[in-house]
């Protein structure tokens, strides 16, 4: 292998490679995937001088460490984190050179649950129709990174970073998720769909990639019957048989035979993306635009 | 046919059948091929088709409720033949549902045309529909935690072919060595909406 390399010494709870993913392939039953906080992840990269569709690392609450073959531009964004070069501490949320052979650590999240890793160049597996992401639904993409793991680079471009430091959202101390009614809400208890948006929910520990879920109050349904699969969105607020919501995030399956009381504007995910488990969730019903 | 909001930008496009699903499906189709329709996802299912990622989903909605959708064109499409071999392990739990021998299963199994009403649950995995409701048979109570691929399956009024080994519920009937999802091949999926399927006895079943 080149040089344009990067060796994992500590892979982390859960770090996987993630770009933009792969939506259009819906209809065959292929998630979208992709990085779960979306902006984190086109900061980390604009702060390296790489496109937005390159691909980055995202962690998972205790972070990971990486040793590059030859020097890089590394930017660390996303949940906040104490980085350090061979030891030395660098700054979090700015670009950074790392030499060659030095070792890159990316701590446990001081607050949020996902911090990413660009690094000039771009993580650069081989894509899966068209998206190096992680699928942890379905399996696609690279599987999540285990120490040993060395991941290719890119070529650098010459493109130098436009911004040196940006502001990044804090994650959230209070998740608050603006929802749309529908398309399945009528298949709840009006007392149910009031207990939704009025009643206060907390981020489950169960909560992954797939879907953030939560505990509350258990959503009692006006239709019993079996709801043939249908087809569901990114946001969507599903509502399995135990009650609890449960907000589909990018791994999640293309289509569901639970019905869907809300769907969660697109803007307010990457929040979810950094809600720990135990934070209180607030769910809002807001206008269709 | 209603047109129910999701978010912001999708429509959920419900209908009364699958045979309007499969018409509404293919005219959404056809209408993106033309041009006229911009859309990121077009996902029928059982009785609807999902469209996501639209500029004005409140305009589409509207011209849809008064759309004339016509019937879904014959399908032309060449039959995809897997062979299978009727070896799983809840063919006689199938054969007694059917009230039939599990040598029965298989033959009416094999005689029957599908053809892919939607995919999902993974990629590849197509919900194939052909057998008169009669056969519908019910999950298995306890869903098993490895499903080998390749397994052949019915639940519901689907048949389905594990594209990898995963967790399932559904009940197995037989084995086919096709592949239905090679990422490095074009097309990825064997199977997608509206292909027809037939199962092909193989050995000694």
């Known amino acids: 292998m080149t040089d344009r390399a990067l060796g994992v010494v500590r892979a982390g709870a859960l770090t996987t490679v993630q770009d933009l993913g792969r939506p259009g392939h819906a209809h065959l039953g292929v998630p979208r995937s992709g990085a779960l906080d979306g902006p984190a992840a086109a900061l980390v990269n604009r702060l390296v001088g790489n496109a937005p569709e390159a691909a980055v690392l995202e962690t998972t609450l205790n972070g990971c460490a990486l040793r590059p073959r030859s020097a890089v531009t590394v930017a660390v964004g996303g949940a906040p984190c104490r980085v350090t070069v061979d030891g030395r501490p660098v700054a979090w949320g700015a670009p950074l050179r790392v030499p060659a052979g030095a070792l890159l650590d990316v701590g446990a999240a001081v607050s949020g649950v996902r911090s990413y890793v660009a690094v000039s160049g771009g993580i650069a597996v081989e894509p899966v129709l068209g998206s190096r992401s992680t699928d942890l639904l379905s399996g696609l993409g690279p599987p999540p990174l285990t120490d040993g793991t060395v991941l290719p680079l890119g070529r650098a471009t010459r493109l130098h970073a436009r911004v040196d430091v940006a502001p990044q959202p804090a994650p959230p101390a209070e998740l608050v998720l603006r929802v749309t009614p529908g398309p399945r809400d009528d298949w709840f208890t009006p007392a149910a769909v009031r207990a939704f948006t009025s009643r206060a929910y907390r981020v489950s520990p169960a909560s992954n990639r797939i879907g953030l879920r939560t505990e509350g109050p258990a959503l009692e349904r006006a239709v019993t019957r079996e709801l043939p699969s249908e087809g569901v969105v990114l946001g969507a607020v599903q509502v399995p048989p135990d009650g609890r919501p449960v907000v589909f995030l990018a791994d999640h399956p293309t289509t569901g035979g639970y019905p869907v009381v809300a769907v969660v504007r697109a803007a307010d995910l990457p929040a979810a993306a950094q809600a720990v488990p135990g934070t209180p969730v607030r769910f809002v019903a807001v206008r269709r635009r | ?205």
């Not at chain 2, 500029?55 to 499409?77: F, G, I, K, Y």
């Not at chain 2, 995995?125 to 869903?143: N, S």
């Open chain 2, 1 to 205: 046919m209603r047109a129910l909001p999701v978010g912001d930008d999708a429509l959920l496009v419900e209908v009364a059948s699958g045979e309007e699903a499969r018409a509404l499906h293919t005219e959404l189709l056809r209408r993106r091929g033309e041009g006229s329709l911009s859309v990121r996802e077009i996902v029928p299912a059982a009785r609807t088709v999902l469209l996501d990622g639209l500029a004005d989903p409140a305009r589409l909605a509207s011209e849809l409720t008064t759309a004339v959708v016509p019937p879904a064109p014959p399908r032309a499409r060449e039959v995809v033949e897997l062979p299978v071999r009727y070896d799983g392990p809840d063919l006689a739990d199938v054969a007694a549902h059917w009230g039939v021998t599990p040598r029965e299963v298989a033959r009416i199994h094999a005689d029957t045309e599908f053809s892919v009403a939607f995919c999902g649950f993974a990629p590849g995995f197509g919900y194939l529909t052909g057998l008169p409701p009669r056969y519908d048979v019910p999950r298995r109570a306890t869903p098993r935690t490895a499903v080998p691929a390749g397994a052949v399956a019915l639940a519901g009024p689907y048949t389905g072919v594990y594209p990898r080994s995963s967790p399932g519920g559904w009940q197995l009937i037989g084995t086919t060595d096709s592949v239905l999802w090679d990422h490095t091949r074009v097309p990825a999926a064997l199977l997608s909406p509206g292909t027809r399927v037939r199962f092909v006895p193989v050995g000694n079943s």
